[in-house]
């Protein structure tokens, strides 16, 4: 079945640490994106790329990385830069202007 | 910023009636797409209409779109216990690939 991976569903993070999390689509679709949700929120878009080894930031990139080497692979790095990470993490895929394809996400903690 | 709004934020049905909820948003769109979110899950794409269309049909669900007013509707008939969910309206920012969310209707069907 085709679909998008993100791992792990849960996550906690302790102060001062990177952590990454995952994301894998075999859809073959060019476009995938990062979003973070807040709870009871709408989704704010952190990251997208349209094409390997290249990306954009979306409206709250501040205190995040992510890095486009497969077209498959699109992985968020939330660094000890963003003070408040604790959210709903989702990625998605998609060809171009056609609906995107969500993960289920990954709940990320402070301890 | 978030350029759908939905509306209501929440809503609280009998099963077998129809639910409705609205999005509002703010400049031209390419498309608006309906969104179903079930509790700490990613997004399913519900339907996607078209700028130069009115009216669509899928199922149970009756979207409309009337771009003089920047508003889109979602009908669900007959609604079921399952049809419970959060519902999201997005727009394609013009020019771009990177889609805008609105902040959702929770839709709770009673049984």
């Known amino acids: 079945d085709g679909g998008i991976t993100q791992s792990p569903k849960y996550l906690f993070r302790k102060e001062g640490q990177n952590v990454t999390l995952s994301c894998e689509q075999n859809l073959n679709h060019d476009a995938m994106y990062w979003y973070r949700q807040d709870p009871g929120q709408g989704l704010r878009l952190i990251y997208y790329?349209?094409?390997?080894?290249?990306?954009q930031k979306g409206d709250i990139a501040e205190g995040y990385s992510v890095s486009r080497e497969k077209k498959e692979s699109f992985p968020l790095t939330v660094t000890s830069a963003q003070k408040n990470p604790t959210a709903f993490y989702l990625c998605?895929?998609?060809?171009?202007?056609?609906?995107?394809?969500f993960g289920d996400g990954t709940r990320l903690s402070i301890l | 910023s978030q350029q759908g709004e939905e509306d209501p934020q929440a809503l609280s049905i009998q099963e077998g009636e129809n639910a409705t909820m609205n999005c509002s948003y703010k400049t031209s769109i390419n498309n608006l797409q309906w969104y179903r979110q079930n509790s700490g899950r990613g997004l399913v794409h519900l339907i996607l209409i078209r700028s130069n269309e009115r009216e669509k049909h899928s199922g149970r669900l009756r979207v409309t779109l009337d771009t003089s007013k920047k508003s889109s509707s979602l009908l669900i008939t007959a609604s079921r216990a399952a049809d419970t969910a959060s519902y999201f309206c997005?727009?394609?920012?013009?020019?771009?690939?990177?889609?805008?969310f609105g902040t959702g209707t929770r839709l709770k069907v009673l049984a």
């Open positions: 998605a895929s998609s060809i171009q202007r056609q609906p995107q394809h």
């Open positions: 997005a727009t394609e920012r013009p020019g771009t690939y990177k889609y805008i």
């Open positions: 790329s349209q094409i390997v080894n290249d990306f």
